[in-house]
């Protein structure tokens, strides 16, 4: 079992940055693909970015974040980050983070088998 947590969310101006951070416990996150997915009211949760293991070298961003967020990885803290810059009201959501045992990084929900609680971001204009 895999007990993942967020933190970092709140309330911010377009335009600030935030950093929301996914600490685990458990089970070592080396074996794991890890993803960013977020909720905003009346939506489906989507895909926001994902990071492959053990150690990162490549990571995928949805087409809405990318270049502005980046997902990263601390494996010695068992934890995922995600740093979002330039942020937006459209941002605003609760943002989840998952696992994936063995996993390809992908931005497939039922792919992950781990899910956090959430933490809520909201950006005002």
């Known amino acids: 079992q895999v007990q993942l947590v967020e933190s970092g969310g709140g309330l911010v101006q377009a335009g600030d940055s935030l950093r929301l951070s996914c600490v685990a416990s458990?089970?070592?996150?080396?074996?794991?693909?890890m993803g960013w997915f977020r909720q905003s009211p009346g939506n489906e949760r989507e895909f926001v970015a994902a990071?492959?293991?053990?150690?990162?070298?490549?990571?995928y961003y949805a087409r809405s974040v990318t270049g502005r967020f980046t997902i990263s990885r601390d494996n010695a803290k068992s934890t995922v980050y995600l740093q979002m810059n330039s942020l937006r009201s459209e941002d605003t959501a609760v943002y989840y983070c998952?696992?994936?045992?063995?996993?390809?990084?992908?931005?497939?929900?039922?792919?992950?088998?781990?899910w956090g609680q959430g933490t809520q971001v909201t950006v005002s204009s």
């Open positions: 998952a696992a994936d045992y063995h996993g390809r990084a992908s931005d497939v929900q039922r792919d992950y088998d781990y």
């Open positions: 458990g089970r070592t996150l080396n074996n794991y693909a």
């Open positions: 990071i492959t293991y053990p150690n990162g070298r490549t990571a």
